[in-house]
């Protein structure tokens, strides 16, 4: 009979996990992804987390915008490494990086942005624009003269003017006194989201309520509202009547989001 055969000798053992390989040659950890909440492009919360996978044994954290960095922290099992962004910065970049007690890994990085309020100014004439054909409002309302009254646009210097004017040299009417009434950015409201602030008003000179000339503001919004319906009445005196009256809007200010332009809130 044939002499038995010797078995082969035992393979020899594969390469080791890339984990266990970094454990036992003492290296540190190695990150392979990251991402802010998952890749989530726009958030309205400041706190996020912070999305990894990491190879390597890491047992710390850190985060910041680039160039500066929070203190590290300790990963903890079963919870997410998480952080909070910039105050007022709407799109922002995270880096983030792990450590062990062999060293730090490559520095990963990702954008969101930060959805949070914030104030916009924009031209009364600009803001007119954006309003153009989605059912606002900028008309005289009432008058008691056939061409007294008018609303003049000034794109140049960005501003509307209301003015009741004088009639001395128009031959189809007797001059006399008379009284208008306007309303600008009337007839729906702000897109949600947004909010007024404030109007930029440059109100006549040297007349008021009571006064044989003057002006009175019959609506104007408040802060956070989004009917912005503005409300003006002119009126004067033909005896103490010089030239014309007129009251004027300079600007709009908004609080809306800040990755947004300021003609969204009037669609």
């Known amino acids: 009979p044939d002499p038995p055969t010797t078995p082969p000798p035992p393979a020899a053992p594969g390469p ?28 309205t919360d400041m706190y996020v987390r912070f999305c990894f996978r990491a190879l390597g044994g890491a047992s710390h ?3 910041g915008a680039p160039p500066h960095w929070n203190d590290w922290q300790p990963l903890v099992p079963g919870q997410d490494a998480s952080g909070y962004l910039l105050m007022l910065t709407c799109a922002q970049e995270v880096q983030f990086q792990v450590k062990n007690q062999y060293g730090v890994s490559s520095v990963l990085s990702n954008r969101i942005t930060f959805r949070y309020p914030k104030n916009q100014t924009v031209a009364a004439s600009k803001a007119s624009e954006h309003c153009s054909g989605n059912g606002w409002s900028f008309a005289v309302t009432k008058k008691d003269c056939k061409n007294c009254a008018r609303i003049i646009q000034f794109p140049l210097d960005g501003t509307i003017l209301c003015e009741i004017r004088s009639l001395h040299s128009e031959g189809d009417e007797i001059p006399q006194g008379h009284k208008c009434e306007f ?5 729906r ?21 009571g006064r044989e000339n003057g002006y009175a503001i019959l ?43 300021i003609s969204e809130a009037f669609q």
């Not at 080791?16 to 958030?43: C, W």
């Not at 002119?234 to 005896?239: E, K, V």
């Open 219 to 261: 609506r104007q919004p408040g802060p956070g509202d989004r009917d912005i319906t503005l409300r003006i009445r002119l009126w004067h005196d033909i005896l103490r009547y010089v030239d014309g009256i007129s009251f004027t809007v300079r600007s709009i200010t908004l609080k809306g989001p800040c990755d947004l332009p």
């Open 61 to 63: 954290y850190r985060y």
């Open 16 to 43: 080791a996990p890339l984990a266990q390989a970094q454990a036992i040659m003492k290296m540190p950890p190695k990150l392979l992804a990251f991402s802010v909440n998952d890749g989530e492009a726009v958030t």
């Open 189 to 209: 409201q702000l897109k949600e989201g947004w909010e007024f602030v404030s109007y930029d008003l440059t109100l006549p000179l040297g007349i008021g309520a």
């Open 183 to 187: 309303e600008l950015f009337g007839g």
